[in-house]
């Protein structure tokens, strides 16, 4: 099974400040066929379900503000918030959906410092 | 609109079993897979199978086989997700989500259902 792994758990940046969150697949989830990484990124605030920010590691989903931009290969990927607003406060996960059983991190908490 | 509605809460005891529903609309029902995830409290989203609705293939987590069934009824455009043998750490909010089984049109989990809490206690 692939485990994949956040880094840092929680994080707190100033306003209007870059915040970087970085995510580890235990194995490649890069589709050769294709050359996309199947790897999405979700925002998740208290009481809600999550919502997808980014997939094939770098695709933003329509209506996510341009601030939220992902990265990486391979195993390899980050997710950057460009600059920090009040209402990006949350637990972000990456996921991949390579194999199953699909997986996701164990988050990382945004707040502000 | 695209929705996708859960069933209420539920409490149950020890040993017993559990079937929530997740009804879909506003969208083409049969192009798409149903994925169950799950979230104890402070933990991390975790994911228990998915049907594709289909040809009603499924597929489970190993952590969870012999114990969840995801079926669906393509009529009532409504996914189920039961477990059974439920045990005091199944006690979590319940997830659906759906996710398009057309690979050109992969993008992630786009809609969400809105959570059923699931209590399991004696």
């Known amino acids: 099974d692939i485990v994949m792994t956040q880094s840092p758990d929680s994080l707190a940046v100033s306003l209007g400040e870059r915040a970087t969150i970085y995510c580890n697949s235990s194995?490649?989830?890069?589709?050769?066929?294709?050359?996309?990484?199947?790897l999405g990124w979700y925002q998740q605030k208290p009481g809600q379900p999550p919502k997808l920010l980014i997939y094939?590691?770098?695709t933003r989903e329509s209506g996510v503000p341009d601030r939220f931009s992902g990265s990486g290969s391979g195993t390899d990927f980050t997710l950057t918030i460009s600059s920090l607003q009040a209402e990006d406060v949350a637990i972000y996960y990456c996921?991949?959906?390579?194999?199953?059983?699909?997986?996701f991190g164990q988050g990382t908490k945004v707040e502000i410092k | 609109q695209v929705q996708l509605v859960q069933s209420g809460a539920e409490v149950k005891k020890p040993g017993a079993s559990v079937k929530v529903s997740c009804k879909a609309s506003?969208?083409?029902?049969?192009?798409?897979?149903i994925h169950w995830m799950r979230q104890a409290p402070g933990q991390r989203l975790e994911w228990m199978g998915r049907?594709?609705?289909?040809?009603?293939?499924?597929k489970y987590s190993h952590k969870f086989q012999g114990r969840v069934t995801i079926t669906r009824d393509t009529s009532a455009r409504t996914a189920y997700m039961e477990l059974s043998n439920l045990r005091p750490e199944d006690t979590a909010v319940y997830y659906c989500?759906?996710?398009?089984?057309?690979?050109?049109?992969?993008?992630?989990?786009?809609?969400w259902g809105q959570g059923t809490q699931v209590t399991v206690s004696s």
């Open positions: 989500a759906r996710f398009i089984m057309v690979p050109t049109a992969y993008s992630g989990f786009d809609y």
């Open positions: 506003g969208f083409t029902f049969n192009i798409y897979a």
């Open positions: 049907i594709s609705v289909g040809n009603g293939n499924t």
């Open positions: 194995q490649s989830v890069l589709y050769t066929s294709n050359y996309k990484n199947s």
């Open positions: 094939w590691a770098s």
């Open positions: 996921q991949q959906y390579y194999n199953f059983p699909w997986a």
